[in-house]
């Protein structure tokens, strides 16, 4: 088993309702508790928590002194109430075999590479227990490795979220497991996304190094903080593929792997993702006032019910030959269908 600190950060997978947080501690320091900085006060009480993951919970305002969110340096005084919340209820971490089509893209004895639909969770979480990735891959998999911290979700070393589509390596032995997530932890891991994205960006091409985190007024949404003040270093490195005047298709190469970074930092820069519900890109964000013009940016959101985003290159050092293997995948038919939509716009326009 390998140490849950290595588990990259990837995007959220369970959006309904992450207003409510559930409790799993709560602790009330002594009456003669001793000046102590919350992480180590944590790291003596939670089993299996490391310095790394307190903190970043902290961070994401997951951790409370009082009911209220602290920063990493708070330092507990007696009788402080300490509680952690997280958005999904403790789980069962039985999970149940179902008989679930897989796209696999690529196979050896180490690992599995498949292409993940849209609207696909990747594991069981709140309100999403059955009919997910994490489902499928016991049914067809026996005794994959579970990340030590991590357990119910065998095989996993990152994630995507429900309704982003693409590619995601399966670890289907400890040592692919403890390699691949030590990559991702490294940030080597060779990972492009495309995406659809409203306005042009200028300049067509850059790098976004702006820390992101857990909004502090809202709980279901990541959110940029430039002053770096809170939230964890996220970069992403975008790069403009195709101007569609009031769109473009761009492409992201992440070097973290933050929950929503792509999401919250291209809303940050002005160019929210086409059709993201989450983050306001179900709104007519550019383009003209005609009714005309609203009815067909409607019917492309009716071809594309998500945000417009796919996972699409993935690169890796494989656990065993320890040489680099690269995988490409095609956009899906939603997304290729909305790009001809606004090609056809353009030119006709």
């Not at 180490?110 to 609207?119: D, F, M, S």
């Not at 693409?166 to 495309?194: C, P, W």
């Not at 002005?270 to 005609?290: I, P, Q």
Request: glycine content about 6%.
């Amino acid at each position: 088993m390998i140490d849950n600190k290595t588990m990259i950060e990837e995007d959220d997978l369970n959006e309904e309702n992450e207003d409510d947080l559930f409790e799993h501690h709560r602790i009330v320091a002594d009456a003669g508790q001793s000046l102590l900085r919350i992480d180590k006060f944590l790291m003596d009480r939670l089993a299996n928590a490391t310095r790394n993951k307190i903190q970043n919970g902290i961070r994401d305002g997951f951790v409370k002194v009082n009911d209220k969110p602290i920063k990493p340096n708070y330092k507990v005084h007696p009788l402080d109430v300490i509680t952690v919340v997280l958005p999904e209820p403790p789980r069962d971490t039985d999970v149940k075999p179902e008989n679930i089509p897989l796209n696999i893209v690529f196979e050896d004895e180490h690992l599995l590479v498949v292409n993940k639909e849209p609207g696909m969770v990747v594991h069981p979480a709140y309100q999403n227990w059955s009919g997910t990735l994490v489902n499928a891959l016991t049914y067809h998999f026996q005794n994959l490795p579970e990340m030590k911290g991590n357990e119910g979700r065998p095989g996993l070393v990152h994630r995507i979220d429900k309704d982003t589509s693409g590619l995601l390596v399966i670890a289907k032995t400890e040592l692919a497991m403890t390699s691949l997530a030590k990559q991702f932890f490294d940030h080597s891991i060779e990972r492009t996304y495309n995406a659809i994205v409203w306005g042009v960006p200028e300049p067509t091409e850059g790098t976004i190094n702006v820390n992101v985190g857990r909004s502090l007024k809202d709980r279901r949404i990541t959110v940029a903080f430039p002053e770096g003040d809170w939230g964890r270093t996220a970069i992403t490195h975008y790069k403009l593929l195709k101007d569609l005047r009031y769109v473009s298709l761009i492409e992201c190469k992440l070097e973290t792997g933050r929950t929503h970074q792509i999401r919250a930092h291209m809303k940050f820069i002005g160019h929210t993702l086409f059709n993201d519900l989450t983050y306001g890109g179900n709104e007519v964000l550019k383009g003209t006032v005609f009714s005309k013009y609203k009815q067909f940016v409607d019917n492309c959101f009716k071809i594309i019910p998500r945000q417009a985003l796919h996972a699409k290159t993935l690169g890796f050092i494989h656990p065993a030959t320890q040489k680099l293997i690269q995988f490409d995948s095609e956009l899906p038919n939603d997304f290729k269908e909305v790009l001809d939509k606004w090609e056809g716009y353009v030119k006709n326009h």
